[in-house]
């Protein structure tokens, strides 16, 4: 029964769309699994000192994953994989896991004895409280997870190498219910240890998964060892710079959760509840149509076709821009129906929703500029330039915990907070100081998409004039989409504290629902190409017509989930 599972879950994937569809499924199961442990926290603990403690936890562990996991990156193992033969892959899949077992290993250790003192210096409040042991203690405890997930990433390679795409694709899957499991059964047995030790079962799961198939295939019948040390060292040379702008992600989050720690107890939490939200539709959207379009990238760039390149980047840009910029729309109008709705019980009380609903507006309007970051990124890696990335995102880090820090000042001016507190619904809501590193994260975000875009079009040429006219169809239908679906909420009427689950969500629902359709209609008034063609795309695979075979895709890894995420 099992090894049949495992064969019905080993398919080739062909096609852009049908790829670009795997790719979504799987982020959008993974999302929603994703929200249901968010709902679980937010019920049992709400906004609270616990679940800042929680989520500070992760702040070394991920870093350390985001930065050892890129050295051993499916992006780079794959290509010297497909160049060796089988006996070669095995003693070369030996090498690897040996190289960064010993390494993660050895990098875990040290921040485990380091904990302490790096726990003091990122969240003094925290850390000064009665909860200092507790956050030393899971912190430590999650220091497992990069060691797990790091093998977890060797492993996909391989997956991925026998195309077993969808097999890797639940491997989130299993890692949230890790979590989950940990909240509902961990929990009421050893505390808050309980919440960490689900996370450890996750990434156990999330590498296990793929044990079986991958053995089956005859790697691991020995103990490995390290048979090829150059090419341990040539691997990790070539991930350097990738590892290190992946590393910039983590250090965002990290200064953003810092400067969080300083505020109302529960702002962490608020920040990234919010940000869990947004990245539903960013890894659905932004990072599925970027993962799906390297392998084109890279092939065009080989054959020396520079146009070909710009046409499927700019491709992709217009469809991320597409789905983006409706999908922002209905967020923003819809946030406290969406917030109420899968966060919204339990200890998770009205104000609560209030900051996180204006938090995940303020996250939203940026959406489409993260989406563009993933995708040109994933241009410049095709055409190994894989440093401009990295300046990029380093000088976004810098300035999204200066600009936060910065906007926490000026907030404490009266005029401003009771500005941003009007503009944003919130002005009678305690702890709204936290909206400002929202803002803060969006600001940079855009302005990085800005700069990386010019600089594209500077290095490439022709990307603006490609996109331009869907960038403008996309804004005129998110507006219009915006519009129809506050309009729809007017009728139906608004919610209150008073408001049931049931009715909240008939509600959102409705202004949903309408919202779609006048967006819709908007891009088939305007002629719009990529409405068109995803019609027409929807229509051949119900008449059975076949898609025309490309390159093997390269499921995202998850160090890079992690990179762009404030919790794995």
């Given at each position: ?13 062909r096609g852009l769309h049908a790829a670009v569809y795997v790719l979504a499924a799987s982020a959008l199961l993974s999302s929603l699994l994703a929200l249901v442990r968010d709902r679980l926290l937010a019920h049992t603990f709400g906004a609270s000192t616990t679940l800042d ?240 379009a390297f392998p084109t990238l890279a092939a065009a760039l080989a054959r020396g076709s520079r146009k070909e390149f710009i046409e499927h980047i700019a491709t992709a840009a217009r469809y991320v821009f597409f789905w983006s910029l409706p999908v922002t729309a209905l967020f ?24 996180t609903a204006a938090a995940l507006a303020v996250l939203c309007l940026s959406l489409s500029a993260q989406g563009l970051v993933l995708l040109l990124v994933r241009g410049y890696y095709a055409a190994g330039r894989t440093f401009v990335p990295f300046f990029v995102s380093s ?174």
């Open positions: 029964m099992i090894h049949r599972a495992f064969r019905l879950l080993s398919y080739e994937v403690l929680y989520y500070a936890a992760f702040r070394i562990p991920d870093l350390i994953f985001v930065g050892t996991g890129a050295l051993v990156s499916v992006y780079i193992l794959i290509p010297e994989l497909v160049r060796r033969s089988s006996d070669a892959q095995r003693d070369y899949i030996d090498t690897i896991l040996v190289g960064f077992s010993v390494f993660a290993i050895c990098v875990s250790g040290i921040a485990t004895l380091l904990a302490p003192l790096i726990l003091a210096l990122l969240f003094p409040i925290l850390s000064a409280g009665s909860h200092h042991d507790e956050l030393i203690l899971m912190t430590r405890i999650i220091l497992l997870q990069p060691i797990l997930l790091g093998v977890s990433n060797i492993l996909a390679a391989v997956t991925q190498t026998k195309q077993r795409y969808a097999l890797y694709s639940i491997s989130p899957l299993l890692y949230n219910l890790g979590m989950i499991i940990g909240v509902i059964f961990f929990y009421p047995f050893f505390g808050i240890q309980g919440l960490a030790w689900g996370v450890v079962f996750g990434a156990l799961m999330h590498a296990g998964i793929q044990l079986p198939s991958i053995i089956g295939d005859g790697f691991f019948r020995a103990l490995p060892r390290v048979h090829d040390v150059r090419a341990l060292i040539e691997t990790v040379s070539i991930s350097i710079p990738r590892a290190l702008a992946l590393l910039m992600g983590q250090v965002t989050f990290i200064g953003l959760t810092a400067l969080a720690g300083l505020l109302t107890p529960g702002s962490i939490a608020i920040f990234i509840f919010a940000y869990n939200l947004q990245a539903v539709p960013l890894s659905v959207i932004g990072a599925s149509y970027s993962v799906a923003i109008v819809l946030r406290a129906h969406m917030v109420r709705v899968v966060l919204g019980s339990g200890a998770f009380d009205w104000t609560d929703t209030r900051l000088a976004m880090a810098a300035g999204a915990v200066g600009l936060g820090a910065l906007l926490l000042g000026v907030f404490q001016n009266h005029s401003v907070s009771s500005f941003a507190q009007t503009l944003l619904r919130v002005s009678d809501v305690p702890g709204a100081s936290v909206l400002m590193l929202a803002i803060a994260y969006t600001a940079v975000s855009i302005l990085g998409a800005l700069a990386l875009a010019i600089h594209f079009e500077y290095r490439f040429g022709g990307f603006f004039a490609r996109v331009a006219r869907s960038w403008a169809e996309s804004l005129v239908c998110a507006l219009c989409a915006g519009v129809a679906a506050y309009g729809a909420l007017l009728v139906v009427g608004p919610i209150t504290f008073a408001s049931t689950t049931l009715s909240i969500f008939a509600r959102g629902f409705a202004g949903g629902v309408f919202g779609i359709i006048v967006s819709a209609l908007v891009y088939w008034i305007a002629g719009n190409r990529e409405f068109k063609e995803t019609v027409e795309s929807i229509r051949s695979r119900f008449e059975g017509v076949k898609a025309p075979p490309t390159p093997s895709v390269a499921v995202v890894s998850a160090e890079e989930s992690t990179s762009t995420s404030p919790q794995g």
